[in-house]
């Protein structure tokens, strides 16, 4: 004979597992994204490639606070990738402003967070919005505004 009950118990134990390994792989995928309200390089690229304007990828990255630490390389890349030059030089100008404001962000990595590969700040990483705000608008420099 069948015993019912031992299969329900062994059926609701295989089930409590799972919903563990689930919520433990939906976290660490979150994880990987860093917190919420951080604009991704990925995203960048994404909405670059889907035709979002430069000036709406700003306006993005503004109201998210992202700050983005990119090596040469990175930017490069995401050029090639059909990110636009004039955002790019944006995200430096935004870089350089965070730099004057706070001089240990250049040197120490404390308020740095690497996401797959890639070093962003800003409030969503809790740092005071006057490290954020304060840059030029998005491509003051290309028309001689500094």
Do not use: K
Not at 61 to 80: D, H, N
Not at 117 to 134: D, L
Request: glycine letters at 10%; proline letters at 7%; hydrophobic letters at 40%.
């Amino acid at each position: 004979m069948i015993d019912l009950s031992a299969i329900r118990r062994r059926a609701r134990a295989l089930l409590a597992c799972a919903l563990v390994l689930a919520a433990a792989a939906c976290s660490a995928g979150r994880g990987s994204r860093g917190p919420a309200g951080v604009v991704t390089v990925p995203e960048l690229v994404a909405m670059a490639r889907r035709g979002t304007t430069a000036s709406a990828m700003y306006a993005e990255i503004e109201r998210s606070g992202t700050v983005y630490r990119l090596t040469p390389e990175q930017s490069e890349r995401m050029r090639t990738a059909g990110v636009p030059a004039a955002l790019l030089g944006d995200l430096e100008l935004n870089y350089e402003h965070a730099v004057r404001t706070n001089p240990a962000l250049e040197t120490s990595d404390t308020h740095w967070h690497e996401v797959d590969g890639y070093w962003y700040g800003g409030t969503p990483y809790g740092w005071p919005r006057a490290w954020v705000v304060g840059t030029p608008p998005l491509g003051a420099p290309l028309r001689g505004g500094h």
